[in-house]
């Protein structure tokens, strides 16, 4: 067990690697680099830039070094906690970042059990009444959660919350408390306003898991094991629980690994329409304006989030299914 | 919460009194409760202490106001949170509404020289940073040499400053008169309306504040700046003084002469508190602003920002508005409880292009310098249509030219290729050389290439992706092949610096008398950026004096000449010549192409939110909210 | 032990007329279709017939265990121990009654060892909570009986293998565990639904030794069902040939074998192959497959693949049950 | 004797039926599944002509009615019934206080709906010109059956023509998905061994990074210049990028399962080729779960192209899908006034669920054990 999670560990950080590197490409991508314009604008102003004040400029900003150096550079400060800073707030990205990761981890938490409380749960009913009304129900309510563009959801959802429940739009909270420091009542109204988002970027995840679910416990059902413990008095319930249940949860548990970044991504649009205060509309921003620094750290700390996840349900799986554990300890 | 408005009437009452006999008094000024609370403790002194000897004087809009209340605004982004901004900020001076004059505001009053090489300033004796440390002529002296001549700190200074090539001189009369000479008649405080918009215009710095991160006042700022993560003291410097534009990122400590004080900022809001050193006063000697703080939340979006304007959480809002949404406000109004009405907005076009005279491929640089093609492209333009599609037919299609409030203006610089006339500017074209393509879809560049031209642009203030949408249909209709491109506005402002963009695209304000006037050689008409980067070779070229650049053609060198001695025009037939001479010549050479101007601009302000106008002038030129004394703005109950 | 007690002609399960129809939108599937036999004490019944004829279900009818949309009909009596007889057929399949049976004095072990034991669970598990349901025992006692079973069925190391999962046992260790769960509460009767089919060969006769050992050990009767006619012979005191939901022919093993009435169980013999006979002749001398046994045709069912069938008679009535002498019944018109 | 044998074969061939008879048998009983295969069968065939299907031109822009609503098709007027169905001529008034424009009918004026009608130019794909419509009505009169959008544009033929797109996105994408997941999923199941490691590893990357900043940053290096079609592939590309790891995943289980099995060992033993093996012997017996595979990610690529164009990285007008046409519609203004610029979205729905439909329905005639 231990070996594996060590190996698992290693995965991780090959993939939290290869990311980096793919961060780092990306905010690379576009053409040209911010101070390539700045230099330009203070030629363009009248000034004769000369080549050591640039100079001076290109090393303060690390873009003196060879690309691959200056990767290594903006990985090693990001080991050191410094992320670098936004060109376009003017502030560091740590900061930014900061202040918005509590709810981004908060509302994808809420999002994530939210998912898994209704899924599993209609999944086992789906499978267990396959074919009845309540099944067809379930079936096509979330085919349409499935079917629905998320941020058409999230407006109308929003808009309906405004006009028939009197909620304040958009965003976490009232604004009497967004300003206030954390209170219960502010814990209170932050309840209040997690509903939408949580079911916007969660309904797709549910209508899919509900999916997977009854798929793979009607799949259980029909295993000869159910046959078996039903052939030894076993009671339906207990019989359920304890076999089918149990084996059919653990792809779902698995799932996780992608249930996560289809959160987190989903959650980046909804949380644009819907004006959360979370890293994702910051994202958006910043590759929007090339704000490299802090484009190339919110998406290292969004995969961090997913692969953190992916690492915790992997570990999960194993401790759930022996087949695997001793799958994995035997190699 | 506020006094009882009884007393605060009463209170005023004799303030006006007293005022009258204009003897400094206990009783002659009112402050804020929060305030007084504070003066009651010992840890402010008293209110006429913090008044300067005569502060500046504000006469209500409709009523003396009551103190209290939190003025929830929105802004969309942190680099140009301008809503908050302008209603909080004032500077040296600032413009009247219509920009037809020139109001002392922190300033007290202002003097030209007969020859026009002078100007003189005088500043309020007793005007005190927001720390309770004097504003003197040294903080103005403080901004000028030690941060404009310094080298490290502005490396340049803009020819802005050098009229007639020698370096402006600032002499200190005493500690609160200034006089600034010129080596030319120099109509520099036309533009010191403005002094809020850039740091080249700024003016002033708290001295005491900054110098301990100045080298020249601290040997060891440099290792102040490594403590602070900075590499050299002029980073830290410049972290700390306030750039003039982003405001998002403040030094909390850092004094001010604004009517408000920074207190949070988080990156979805702002908090400013009021300001207890401010110097405006109503005619009851009621200290301003009434209202005591400014909550300026950044939304993510246009649609988040407009549910919350309906939803009547936004105490007042204009700048981040769009007209196609005005129906949406008006239709809410009730429920909100607020009340949305039009400015007149002061805007030559509300969507101009430029197409890029040094465009890097030399093909499409040929042909963006063909006037005929720029010609062929205004005259496919049906002003009319965008008028009613996308203004409901509130706004005028013109050229994009000064306002006819100038007094220099001519008609015919607003109907120059202003009309829609698919068929010539075809024959425009063609006479060009631009071929068809197989399909007769598209036309061709001359190497046979199709020509197609991208056209980036910054989607916020005013309805520019909608007019955008319809000018691609009409050019696409003369064969030229468009792709709009929306972006960020710093970065579109990176391309438009880099001078790549196809065609600049910007709303054409600053068209006003005096700001037009105001910004001789970096305004909008009268530069070769302007906000659409049309010439930034040229532009080089002229600011390098030669060594940078591209040499323009002699036509634009005679427009820079004229452009330069406009600004030094010393009679009025001169400056109404020249100014007729320049605008021809844009007329003619139709470096920027106009779709419809001086288009409503719409406005939400809550009803209970007082002494807001319902009419006035809506402008950059004007300063905004600026313009409207938001000091005075206050809440009934 | 108790069977030794018993007379020769003690049925401990009578089985009549059992009809079990699935209704499907296609239309009613008879699985099993008026089926009629009874077990002995202590005797072994083997139910022998090609897949999809409806053994399993028979099976699975006995235990009341037929998935929905499946329905049972008919009488299965049991004839309890020193209690009155229950008509299975009667009682609710997800009652507390059937329930107290099932695994107790009926139980089951299956074809496949591998996926008939849960995965996620230990063997050990697995036992005990047969033990625990039906037997008054603390958990304790029931691993100590677990294990019992375990060494009875001859899986060596017991102690430690009762803690192993399914996949760690070996496909035979496997069936034994099952046994070992299937007579941990001492049944009367034990279906076995092909035990050995999953296995190879040296495999399937241990078991088939160690379920005669066992039979002779606790005297429990058997059901035996698989289409390996050898087996058949190895085990059964009587056979019941089945084809299509209907149990064509019937009788002690001596007679289906030496003295074959229906066409479809001589077919069925000469299927077997034999040392000695052409390994290109395919074991093909029943033309054709099972159908599926919905809406058939009228008549008898084997006939479209029946080389005696007489056109006229067999594709229009159904055969009637013709009993010979010994018990020996056949389903057919040639004998009527 | 002959008529009795081929009574038998006739009876056979009633009660042996294949695989792809059983198939189609548990198929037909899946009401939603036939209800989503005829959909989608009315949505391509009405997409593949949509020129004859639309009323008017695209692009043609009716200045005069901005943001009308949807007309209604008349039967009866004063006179009663009409066996020609006609609309009314729309009166646009502008409140004056609130700027909003809105249409009443205008009961003086009647336009009779013809069928077969000559109307604007188009060329059915691209090749042969004509001017048939289904139906339209004629001069001064207009049909606006969805309603127009912010230029006065008629939605419904709008929304065909964004049908051709969107609908066709889909299989685009899928198409390379499936070529994509086939050969990697097939490679790293058949080979397994490092081949398997290094393309799962590729996969669970890719899985671990949020889509949206990948199609974000990838659609930034689309060059802007690119024409429509190009951009068209390459959001495509984009789309599948992401989109060809769930099929591998499949065909990669699928072919673990398989590889055991002995009819594999047997062709291996007889010196089939790799190759063979797996086009031969292992593809056609998943061939049923790939089908559903990909029928259910078809809707993903249709949504993924909605939102993409939502954040305005996708397609670019002159070049209309739904997403185009939902990214005017994406604002409250749109929910209060102007509800019928949703109706794409119904469409997206609507497409994306006959597919899942469909999909179901095909997985649970694939099952052969169910």
Redesign the interface.
Known sequence: MLSYVLRRFF?MI??LL??SI?AFV?IQ??PGDFLTSYIMKLKASGQIVDEAEIAALRKQYDLDLPIHLQYCQWMWKMLHGNFGKSFEWNRPVKDLILERLPLTVTVSLFTLIFTYLLAIPIGIYSATHQYSVGD?AF??IG??G???????LA??LM?VSYRYFGLSIGGLFSPQYQLAPWSGAKFIDLLKHLPIPVVVIGMAGTAGLI?VMR?CL?DEL?KQYVITARAKGVSERRLLFKYPVRVAINPIISTI??TL??I???Q??VAI?LGLPTI?PL??RA?VNQDMYLAGS??MI??FL??IG?FISDILLVWLDPRIRYEKQAR | MGLPIKFNKLMGLIGAILLLGATPAAARYNEAPMLRTKVAAGKLPPVEERLPEEPRVIEPLEEIGRYGGTLNTADLSPFNAIEGRTLRHHGLFRYSGDCTEIIPDIAKDYEVSEDKKTLTIYLRKGLKWSDGVPFTVDDILFWWEDYMLNKELSPIVKKFWKPGGGLAKFEKVDNYILQIHFAVPYPVVTLLGHSWNSAQTKLYDPKHYLKKYHIKYNPEANELAKKAGYTRWWELFKAVRNPGYDLWNLDLDLPTLDAYVIKKVASTYQIWERNPYFWQVDTAGNQLPYIDRIVDRLYEN??IL??KV?AGEIDIVSFNLLL?????F??NEKKGNYHAFMWKSAIGAAVAFAPNQNHPDPLLRKIMQDVRFRQALSLAINRE?IN??VC?G?ATPRQATVLPTCSYYKEEWAKAYATYDPQRAHELLDKMGLKWDKGRKYRLRPDGK?L?I?I?YYAGEGPKT?IC??V??YW?EIGIKI????EDRSYYAKRKDAGVLDIGLWHLDCVTELYGYGQPLSGRLLSFDGGWGWAKQWELWFNTEGKDGEEPPEEMKEFYKDMEDWASARTKEEYTRLAQKIFDFHAKQLIYIGTVGMSPWPAVVKNNLKNVPTQGYWSWDSNFWIAFEPAQFFFTP | MRSKLKSEDDPLLEIKDLRTYFYL??GILKAVDGVSFKIDRGKTLGIVGESGCGKSVTAQSILRIVPSPGKTEGEILFHQENEKNVDLAELDPFGKEIRNIRGNQITMIFQEPMTSLSPLHTIGNQIMETILLHRKLNKTEARGLAKEMLDKVGIPDPSHRIDDYPHQLSGGLRQRAMIAMALSCNPSLLIADEPTTALDVTVQAQILELMKDLQKEFGMSIIYITHNLGVIAEISDEVAVMYLGKVVEYGSVEDIFHNPKHPYTSRLLKSIPRVGRKVRARLDSIK??V??PLGL?RGCTFY?RCPQAK?GICNIDAPPLIELENGHKVECVLYR | MKN?QDK?TA??KF??ATQWQLMW?KFK?HK?AIFGAIVLFIFYFVAIFCGFFSTQDI?K?H?KY?HAPPQRIHFFDEEGFHLRPFVYGLKRK??P????RTYSEDRTKKYPIYFFIRGDKYKLWNLFPTDLHLLGVKEPGTIFLFGTD???RDLFSRNLHAARISLSIGLVGVALSFILGCALGGISGYFGGTADMVIQ?VI??L????????W??LS??LP??W?PIKVYFGITIILSIVGWCGLARVVRGKLLELRQEDFVMAAKIIGATDGRIITRHLLPSFLSYLIVNITLAI?GMI?GE??LS???LGL???VVSWGVL?RDA????T???HPWL?IP?LF??????AF??LG?GL?DAADP??
């Open positions: 995965y090959i993939v290869v990311v793919t990306i991508l576009p067809y079936t096509v085919f349409i499935l079917a629905t563009p998320r941020f058409l407006l109308i808009f999916r798929g009607l029909q690994g992608w970044p289809r987190i991504s989903g980046t649009i329409v994702g994202l958006f590759l919110s998406i969004l995969t997913t692969v992916t | 246009q649609e407009n549910m309906t196609g949404d005005y129906p949406l008006k239709e249509e009613e599609v409901f509130l199709p197609n991208l980036e909608a949408e319809l691609k249909e696409e792709t709009l491109k929306p | 939108d296609e054709g497959t159908p599926l045709p479209p056109e | 009795r038998i009876e056979e009660y042996i048998r009983k939603l692009y822009r200045t901005i502008i409140n206080v609130t700027l909003r912010k230029l006065g590893r669970e990357f899985m671990s990074i949020p889509t949206i900043p990948l974000m940053a930034a290096a802007p210049h024409p809707p949504l909605t939102s939502f954040l305005g670019q007008p002159p939902l994406q604002n409250v203004r929910v209060v006034l949703l979205g997206v729905i609507v497409t994306v669920l899942n439909f179901d997985r054990y169910k």
